[in-house]
């Protein structure tokens, strides 16, 4: 589900943004959970609580936290009241839970489930607008 994450997050160069493939890989993952009928709202729920999950991991930011597997179920399992009700949603956070391995990888999934729910939020307007009356 998330092939686009084998090469990490972030690009190696000095200025380490996230990578083009992260970008686009939310476009995907938007309309996938948009089709799977996710709200935005629970998106954003999980993208906040992983953000203070991230600040209670590393409250410095000095990037020096090692994730292990042990680290990862403990913050899956602070999610799954939010993502069991949506087996879409909870398979697509697990896949990206595999991939974080440092705080910054954390952030990087908080800003990912961001972007994903803005996303979605414009998916729902979208279809939601209704065609003038003649």
Same mark, same amino acid.
């Given at each position: 589900?998330?092939?686009?994450? $084998? ?7 000095? +200025?380490?943004?996230? /990578?083009?493939?992260?970008?686009? #890989? ?10 799977? #009928? ?6 954003? $729920? ?13 409250? %410095? ?9 042990? $680290? /990862? ?5 602070? @999610?799954?009241?939010? +993502?069991?009700?949506?087996? +879409? ?14 705080? /910054? ?7 990912? @489930? %961001?972007?994903?729910? *803005?996303?979605? *939020?414009?998916?729902? %307007? ?7 009356? %003649?």
């Amino acid at each position: 589900m998330v092939v686009y994450l $084998k090469n990490g997050w972030y690009t190696e160069t000095e +200025t380490s943004r996230l /990578r083009s493939q992260v970008m686009d #890989g939310a476009i995907d993952v938007a309309g996938m959970l948009y089709r799977a #009928g996710v709200p935005a709202s629970s998106i954003a $729920k999980i993208a906040m609580k992983l953000r203070s999950i991230a600040s209670l991991i590393d409250p %410095a930011m000095q990037k020096n936290v090692v994730f292990d597997e042990k $680290k /990862r179920h403990a913050i899956a399992a602070r @999610l799954e009241s939010v +993502t069991d009700e949506y087996p +879409t949603l909870h398979g697509f956070v697990d896949d990206c839970l595999e991939h974080v391995h440092s705080p /910054r990888d954390l952030r990087a999934f908080y800003l990912h @489930l %961001a972007h994903i729910g *803005q996303m979605v *939020q414009l998916l729902s %307007a979208a279809t939601h607008i209704t065609q003038p009356r %003649a």
